[in-house]
């Protein structure tokens, strides 16, 4: 799953920006509301980290315009702790949660799992398909009980298809989720990693549906 983080404290920026990547998100990051507007206007993320305080255009203006545009995914505000009314401008703007500076890093990653998980559909932090269970949580894959060691780039592959489970997910889509904007997609390296999940777990979760992409499912 790929997030945006728009904060223009550099530190925080990469606080927010290696606790996510820690977690297994994709992370774009940029510094100022103009060039966050336009990577959310034009890149597709599952989630956005949105500092209210920037500089160029501010937090609300780029949530706004973003909204104004038709730009659905979810976003996270940050505000300033003791302004109630940022916040309420923030979800009248079309936030869909906040957390309050300073924060623990814990509650951010928290927050943004939920929200990607419920944009996603799901109800809970378990996602099962037969056997498989992924925990948000985690991070941890099961396969009937039984611990599956997966690397990052399989991780992001399995918790994208498992978070559309039964849905057929193009190539392209799972390049534009699974890698940064500074990558070198070649979506061929698509087809090997789905070569490697599908040995690690065995069965037949993961479909190929030929001319149009990847399918997880219970096995046939
Ligand atoms: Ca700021």
Do not use: C
Not at 61 to 77: A, D, H, Y
Not at 113 to 127: D, F, K, P, Q, Y
Not at 128 to 142: A, C, F, H, I
Request: net charge negative; no cysteine; charged share 30%.
């Amino acid at each position: 799953m790929r997030i945006l983080i728009v904060e223009d404290d550099k530190d925080l920026n990469r606080q927010l920006n290696d606790a996510l990547t820690q977690a297994g998100y994709v992370v774009d990051r940029t510094y100022d509301g103009e060039e966050g507007h336009f990577l959310g206007d034009t890149e597709p993320y599952d989630a956005v980290v949105l500092d209210l305080g920037l500089p160029k255009l501010d937090g609300l203006s780029v949530l706004e315009k973003w909204r104004r545009g038709g730009r659905t995914m979810p976003v996270l505000i940050l505000t300033a702790r003791d302004r109630w009314s940022d916040k309420v401008a923030g979800i009248d703007a079309g936030a869909d949660d906040y957390v309050a500076k300073p924060f623990h890093m814990e509650e951010v990653l928290a927050r943004v799992r939920a929200l990607v998980r419920r944009a996603a559909g799901h109800a809970s932090n378990e996602i099962e398909v037969g056997d498989l269970r992924l925990d948000l949580r985690s991070g941890r894959v099961t396969v009937a009980g039984l611990q599956v060691k997966l690397t990052s780039h399989e991780y992001r592959l399995l918790a994208y298809l498992l978070h559309h489970k039964g849905k057929v997910i193009s190539r392209t889509e799972l390049v534009e989720h699974l890698y940064d904007q500074d990558f070198d997609r070649d979506s061929n390296t698509v087809e090997v990693f789905v070569g490697r999940l599908r040995k690690k777990l065995g069965g037949d979760y993961i479909e190929t549906v030929r001319g149009l992409g990847y399918r997880i499912g219970e096995p046939s």
